[in-house]
């Protein structure tokens, strides 16, 4: 079972002359869903039912499946027309937290060439369990602290989407202790760990805790944190941050040491117990890389390379922690600002490296697919040609560019021809990128032979031998090969009553003409 959808945009050149190359830039795009995990060789769909192709067809124009990245997660067999996996597929490896992920192919035909788009969406299984960043945590509080008072929050992070997802949270034991599940700007579900009763540091000085991630599959996977807590003597004012959310911006690319946040918190408490330090609390993705935390001044500064296509956002969450164990959490959410770091990526999705020199207007040449990874206007990219040549450059679907004629072409002017491809992106400063393809012009026969003279004369000596070589011809044609090829023969005149065949003979390979009797004066 499988399910697709297609959409299909047609556009015909044909044209028939020996070398002629024919072209159907049939354009149709079909969608599959599989399952990531699935095993090498597991069906997708039939390419060929499903497009109403014909499987000789499939065969006789060699189709083949073209994937940006080279990999072989689906495979085509072209005996039956199926789409197969190739290779084991892992949604979270290809998208991670993208949803939906979808592979994009094509698969080219030739003779005539045909483009047909297909995007295979791999579905999510419920192959991983939520985990925590660490095993265990250890925790001191104050046994003065209050009911309601928030004493962590921590996150699991789960690589599946969708249900089978992070779900939740549980406690166990529930003594003393509660949780509550809140969700993050950008939907991440974490714990806030909360004091349900008071604390005796003389009855219970230690205490251990088991925090439960689960996620919402069939069946449900989980992950632990084990907190153990120290009850310690009274320090009865906790940090408080200036923001309960901080917000801040930075551009990829920025270099190490650039400040991106100052946290600052203040403790009314006085001494020991009023000096606070910062940490890091919670955070999504891998972050130890990127990002340091100053642990008495509060700045946050860049550490490695922010790249805005792997990662438009961070969310960071930062404690304040003063030295009798009261402590208090924010938000700081990081927005990722895009530059123009990437230079547009040209690819020959289709190329006829040969046309007749008679193609009409309009005849399809190449197909080109460009792509930029920068967003907004650093993504936006214009492609065009070198000028002063008899070739257009046309938008298909989206990203993808026909390069078709749109003058005369003539082999015996110019045989050859080096079309360059320029793509170029609207940043500031643009960034763009060549590609140079060679189109060669095939011949027809569009010349007639031409003689170097257009009258000849010559004399012969009375009672010459038979088989006397006269004078010869010579006749040049500006079309190459066969068509370029001249034979000779005499046109059929006659001479005193009898035929000048009778007289003369002209070599059909050399053009020497040759007496075939003797001539006699009187």
Not at 155 to 177: E, Q
Request: proline letters at 4%; aromatic letters at 6%.
């Amino acid at each position: 079972m499988h399910s697709f959808r297609i959409a299909c945009t047609v556009k015909w050149q044909v044209n028939a002359f020996i070398l002629v190359v024919l072209i159907d830039a049939t354009i149709c795009q079909i969608r599959y869903s599989v399952p990531e995990e699935m095993r090498k060789g597991s069906f997708v769909g039939n390419v060929a039912e499903d497009l109403g192709i014909d499987a000789k067809r499939l065969k006789s124009g060699g189709a083949r499946i073209v994937i940006s990245d080279s990999s072989e997660y689906i495979r085509l067999d072209v005996d039956k027309g199926n789409l197969v996996v190739g290779e084991r597929i892992d949604r979270e490896q290809l998208c991670g937290q993208t949803s939906p992920c979808s592979l994009n192919l094509e698969m080219i035909m030739t003779n005539p060439i045909q483009l047909h788009s297909v995007v295979v969406e791999v579905l999510d299984v419920n192959d991983n369990a939520p985990a925590f960043q660490e095993k265990e945590m250890h925790l001191e509080i104050l046994e003065s602290a209050l009911p309601g008072t928030e004493i962590l929050q921590v996150s699991a992070t789960d690589p599946d989407v969708g249900i089978n997802a992070l779900h939740g949270y549980t406690i166990h034991p529930k003594t003393h202790f509660n949780i509550k599940v809140s969700s993050s700007p950008n939907g991440h579900k974490y714990a806030q760990l909360y004091l349900s009763e008071p604390l005796d540091r003389e009855k219970e000085g230690k205490l251990l805790l088991t925090l439960t991630a689960v996620d919402g599959g069939e069946p449900q996977r989980s992950g632990t944190l084990k907190i153990h807590i120290t009850v310690r003597d009274t320090n009865d004012n906790a940090p408080v941050f200036m923001q309960s959310i901080f917000k801040a911006s930075v551009k990829e690319n920025v270099p190490r040491g650039t400040l991106v946040v100052r946290f600052s918190a203040t403790d009314a408490d006085e001494g020991i117990n009023g000096h606070v330090t910062y940490h890091f609390n919670r955070m999504s993705g891998n972050f130890a890389e990127l990002f340091r935390l100053d642990e008495n001044t509060g700045d946050l500064t860049v550490t490695g390379i922010i790249d805005y296509e792997e990662n438009k956002l961070y969310e960071i969450g930062v404690q304040a922690k003063d030295q009798g164990g009261q402590s208090t959490s924010t938000n700081v959410i990081i927005e990722v600002i895009d530059v123009n770091d990437n230079p547009p990526l040209i690819t020959l999705t289709s190329f006829s490296n040969a046309i007749a020199e008679d193609s009409s207007s309009g005849t399809t040449v190449a197909i080109i697919n460009v792509k930029d990874l920068d967003s907004g206007k650093n993504g936006k990219v214009d492609c065009s040609v070198n000028s002063n040549i008899p070739f257009a450059i046309h938008s298909s679907l989206k990203n993808y560019y026909t390069l078709v004629t749109n003058g005369v072409l003539d082999r015996e002017r110019n045989p050859v021809y080096n079309i360059t491809f320029s793509a170029v992106d609207e940043g500031s400063p643009p960034l763009s990128t060549n590609k140079t393809i060679t189109l060669r012009i095939a011949d027809v026969n569009d010349n007639a032979p031409i003689f170097e003279h257009s009258y000849y004369e010559a004399s012969v000596m009375e009672n010459n031998s038979p088989g006397l070589s006269v004078f010869s011809v010579k006749a040049r044609d500006s079309d190459s090969g066969q068509n370029a090829r001249v034979s000779y023969l005499l046109i059929d005149t006659e001479l005193n009553g009898s035929p000048i065949s009778t007289y003369i003979s002209v070599n059909a390979e050399s053009g020497v003409i040759q007496a075939l009797r003797s001539f006699d004066y009187e």
